[in-house]
T-cell receptor
Framework: DTAVSQTPKYLVTQMGNDKSIKCEQN?????MYWYKQDSKKFLKIMFS???????INETVPNRFSPKSPDKAHLNLHINSLELGDSAVYFC??????????????FGQGTRLTVV | RKEVEQDPGPFNVPEGATVAFNCTYS??????FFWYRQDCRKEPKLLMS???SGNEDGRFTAQLNRASQYISLLIRDSKLSDSATYLC??????????FGKGTSLLVTP
């Protein structure tokens, strides 16, 4: 069983389109994230949700809208896609422990290419 | 100043060598520290957590110096399969794990 699964794995789309990426975790974790990894390989946090509540919303264009229907799911919807949105998007989850956040488990990533 | 800083490398070492990576972080209140490994076109995977007293897992040793806000990873007896990017990760404010840009390691025969 895959712990954190995201779909699709690859997404090629035209500028201006709207697309969604889905993420599910079966680890029972309370916290889920979206990270963006650009061509320079830097992993930058976009959003963090804890128990379905938005906790972190980094400087991300409002074309990006996360949705958490329940604590096992965190989907990412992107409107009006731009060339600069091309990147690998990783979903992850983690659980709070006594001493702070425990490690995060990542999905396989969604490689988004905007043409 | 970035939250987590690492030397990007690349580090090219022969098999059997010992190699050390360093990382500094800016938030003195950070409580959780990790080293992750990322292979090309794959997701990051936890290599090891880093504890205050330092910890070892086989050929890998992690150290934390809170006073200097410095984390290290030592790899002994490098294997070809250790070639990857090593990411230093520090818990930020709230629910965020902040990643360094990664250090690239290439182990050669």
């Amino acid at each position: 069983d895959t712990a954190v699964s995201q779909t699709p794995k690859y997404l090629v789309t035209q500028m201006g389109n709207d697309k969604s990426i889905k993420c599910e975790q079966n680890l029972g974790h309370d916290t889920m994230y979206w990270y963006k990894q650009d061509s320079k390989k830097f992993l930058k946090i976009m959003f963090s949700y804890n128990n379905k509540e938005l906790i972190i919303n980094e400087t991300v264009p409002n074309r990006f809208s996360p949705k958490s229907p329940d604590k096992a799911h965190l989907n990412l919807h992107i409107n009006s896609l731009e060339l600069g949105d091309s990147a690998v998007y990783f979903c992850a989850s983690s659980q709070d422990g006594d001493r702070g956040l425990r490690e995060a488990f990542f999905g396989q990533g969604t490689r988004l290419t905007v043409v | 100043r970035k939250e987590v800083e690492q030397d990007p490398g690349p580090f090219n070492v022969p098999e059997g060598a010992t190699v050390a990576f360093n990382c500094t972080y800016s938030n003195s209140a950070s409580q959780s520290f990790f080293w992750y490994r990322q292979d090309c076109r794959k997701e990051p995977k936890l290599l090891m957590s880093v504890y205050s007293s330092g910890n070892e897992d086989g050929r890998f040793t992690a150290q934390l110096n809170r006073a200097s806000q410095y984390i290290s990873l030592l790899i002994r007896d490098s294997k070809l399969s250790d070639s990857a990017t090593y990411l230093c990760v520090v818990k930020g404010d709230g629910y965020a794990l902040n990643f360094g840009k990664g250090t690239s390691l290439l182990v050669t025969p």
